[in-house]
């Protein structure tokens, strides 16, 4: 029996930024990021108001087929609960095409508010973390942004089959060392996750895939144990060199970070670059990058994941 939420009940989320790949994990591995996109929604007696304030305002659509709103229906439909009509604001900080995954974050956070007023309805009927997982991941296809978004801190994550050969999406969570820092370099230009997933190639030589699993299960002792293995532990030969034609001024800088001694990779699809180090950032890297049209910020590493506030 479906159950109905009255009018008036309002719940807000916040949602972190992720970062994937992490070099050679791809698809795999992922970080959350402390750039927060926040949503509220209130339901009420019909109808569909969404407002988008920061990040996508006049860029995104205001209706049903709104990402957020999408995973919202989802959620609610998952766990068997109807709404007849609800108010969404979205207030977002989180670039957009610009490899901080803010489209699984809009997921992610959909998910988390329906979950949120399941809660209100049918509290036997709350979606589990694995749940939630699996259909933020189906909005992605891959679930290494936002299982990141959803666990907080760095994960591993990976797809297996279901029992009618559907994508089974599953990820763990890892603690990260405590010294670990992260900055992004964020440029003007956006990227598509689409056009970049188009210029890797189908048959990788068999020492490449070699080299970037033995780069991977390294990354994972970096994160949690070794930071002093960062920078080789970020290291990759599956994507970053195929994508640097289009992506210049990532190639860039990450190229002349980790000439410095600074883990860079290419965040997700780009064309944000992403630092991890147990120190500050060269000043005068920091400048350089600047006049290069870089936007240079730390931030930090979200070890709680997606949350209600």
Same mark, same amino acid.
């Given at each position: 029996m479906t159950a109905v939420l009255d009018s008036g009940i309002?719940?807000?989320?916040?949602?972190?930024?992720? #970062? @994937?790949?992490?070099?050679? !994990?791809?698809?795999?591995?992922?970080? =959350?990021? $402390?750039?927060?996109? +926040?949503?509220?929604?209130?339901?009420?007696?019909?109808?569909?108001?969404?407002?988008?304030?920061?990040?996508?305002?006049?860029?995104?659509?205001?209706?049903?087929?709104?990402?957020?709103?999408?995973?919202?229906?989802?959620?609610?439909?998952?766990?068997?609960?109807?709404?007849?009509?609800?108010?969404?604001?979205?207030?977002?900080?989180?670039?957009?095409?610009?490899?901080?995954?803010?489209?699984a974050s809009a997921a992610v956070g959909g998910l988390l508010a329906a979950n949120a007023l399941v809660g209100r309805a049918?509290?036997?009927?709350?979606?589990?973390?694995?749940?939630l997982v699996q259909l933020a991941s189906e909005f992605e296809?891959?679930?290494?942004?936002? #299982? @990141?978004?959803?666990?907080? !801190?760095?994960?591993?994550?990976?797809? =297996?089959? $279901?029992?009618?050969? +559907?994508?089974?999406y599953r990820a763990v969570g890892l603690s990260v060392h405590p010294d670990i820092r992260a900055f992004v370099l964020i440029p003007a230009e956006r990227s598509s996750t689409a056009e970049t997933r188009g210029l890797l190639p189908e048959i990788v030589p068999h020492?490449?895939?070699?080299?970037?699993?033995?780069?991977?299960?390294?990354?994972?002792?970096?994160?949690?144990?070794?930071?002093?293995?960062?920078?080789t532990a970020t290291e990759d030969r599956l994507h970053q060199p195929q994508r640097a034609a289009v992506m210049p001024a990532t190639h860039r800088w990450v190229t002349r970070l980790r000439a410095n001694g600074i883990a860079a990779a290419v965040s997700g699809a780009g064309p944000t670059v992403l630092a991890l180090t147990t120190t500050d950032l060269p000043v005068h890297l920091v400048r350089e990058a600047e006049s290069d049209g870089m936007t240079v910020r730390e931030v930090e590493i979200a070890a709680g994941g997606a949350e209600l506030f």
């Amino acid at each position: 029996m479906t159950a109905v939420l009255d009018s008036g009940i309002s719940v807000r989320v916040r949602v972190p930024a992720s #970062s @994937a790949n992490l070099g050679p !994990g791809f698809d795999t591995l992922g970080i =959350a990021l $402390g750039i927060y996109d +926040e949503i509220q929604v209130t339901t009420t007696g019909s109808g569909l108001d969404v407002d988008v304030v920061g990040e996508g305002a006049g860029d995104v659509p205001l209706g049903p087929s709104h990402l957020v709103v999408r995973a919202i229906e989802r959620g609610l439909e998952a766990a068997g609960v109807w709404v007849d009509g609800m108010d969404v604001v979205c207030h977002n900080r989180i670039p957009h095409s610009r490899g901080l995954g803010s489209s699984a974050s809009a997921a992610v956070g959909g998910l988390l508010a329906a979950n949120a007023l399941v809660g209100r309805a049918a509290p036997e009927s709350v979606l589990s973390e694995e749940q939630l997982v699996q259909l933020a991941s189906e909005f992605e296809g891959h679930p290494d942004n936002a #299982s @990141a978004s959803i666990l907080g !801190g760095a994960v591993v994550s990976w797809t =297996a089959q $279901g029992p009618a050969g +559907e994508p089974d999406y599953r990820a763990v969570g890892l603690s990260v060392h405590p010294d670990i820092r992260a900055f992004v370099l964020i440029p003007a230009e956006r990227s598509s996750t689409a056009e970049t997933r188009g210029l890797l190639p189908e048959i990788v030589p068999h020492r490449d895939a070699a080299f970037n699993v033995s780069r991977g299960a390294l990354a994972v002792v970096a994160l949690t144990a070794r930071p002093d293995l960062l920078l080789t532990a970020t290291e990759d030969r599956l994507h970053q060199p195929q994508r640097a034609a289009v992506m210049p001024a990532t190639h860039r800088w990450v190229t002349r970070l980790r000439a410095n001694g600074i883990a860079a990779a290419v965040s997700g699809a780009g064309p944000t670059v992403l630092a991890l180090t147990t120190t500050d950032l060269p000043v005068h890297l920091v400048r350089e990058a600047e006049s290069d049209g870089m936007t240079v910020r730390e931030v930090e590493i979200a070890a709680g994941g997606a949350e209600l506030f």
